[in-house]
């Protein structure tokens, strides 16, 4: 019910509005945050029915069936297991209220409508939104360029002309390099945390 109220005071619509971090409590979304895990909100639009979080970890997305009902459905999508890609921002022409950022996270596409006047601080989160669709798209370039090399390698060993037993030495020393070796390019390149890039560009 104090939610509810908060969001009345906030005077929300159908179209989006981008809420202020003093405001974050009064959301419902910032239940879900896992601030124990150090997660935090870099960037929060709220309707009536829905709200649309972004934290350093995850989009986190509370569905609403509707602006008069009170039950919600809360959706999470982990950067690291939901790749943002087809990040669009669509201005508003001169009658238009709303402006709206598009983009996919994995399979499911998001369209949010925003009030125009907050174009500059949506700007800044399509710029975010973007950075880090291509940082997690040359992420995956440099993972499965690290796997191939790997095949490389065993298809080598494999056509090699040695004995069976030296054979099974030499492969079992390869696979264990070889995961010892990806684990730690993954370490590297498997991105969980985008605090730095919404630091970069989220003027709050």
Not at 28 to 53: G, P
Not at 57 to 65: K, S
Not at 115 to 131: G, P, S, T
Not at 177 to 184: D, I, M, Q, T
Request: with cysteine; net charge negative.
């Amino acid at each position: 019910m104090l939610k509810k109220f908060a969001s009345d005071a906030l005077g929300l619509s159908d179209i989006g509005k981008i809420i202020e971090p003093v405001d974050f409590d009064k959301t419902d979304a910032d239940d879900y945050v896992r601030h124990e895990d150090n997660e935090k909100i870099y960037f929060l639009i709220k309707t009536k029915a829905d709200e649309y979080c972004f934290t350093n970890l995850a989009f986190v997305h509370v569905d609403g069936e509707n602006a008069i009902s009170s039950k919600r459905t809360l959706k999470r999508y982990p950067y690291s297991q939901h790749k943002i890609s087809n990040v669009l921002l669509e201005t508003a022409g001169k009658v238009d209220l709303d402006i709206e950022i598009k983009f996919s996270l994995g399979n499911e596409g998001f369209s949010i409508d925003v009030d125009k006047k907050q174009i500059e601080k949506l700007n800044d989160l399509y710029k975010a939104l973007v950075f880090i669709s291509e940082i997690t798209h040359e992420n995956n370039v440099m993972l499965e360029m690290a796997g191939q090399s790997l095949d490389k390698a065993v298809t080598v060993l494999q056509n090699s002309r040695t004995s069976e037993t030296q054979l099974a030495d030499q492969y079992k020393q390869l696979t264990e390099y070889g995961f010892s070796w990806l684990k730690s390019v993954r370490e590297q390149y498997h991105k969980k945390d985008f605090g730095d890039v919404f630091e970069k560009y989220i003027n709050n």
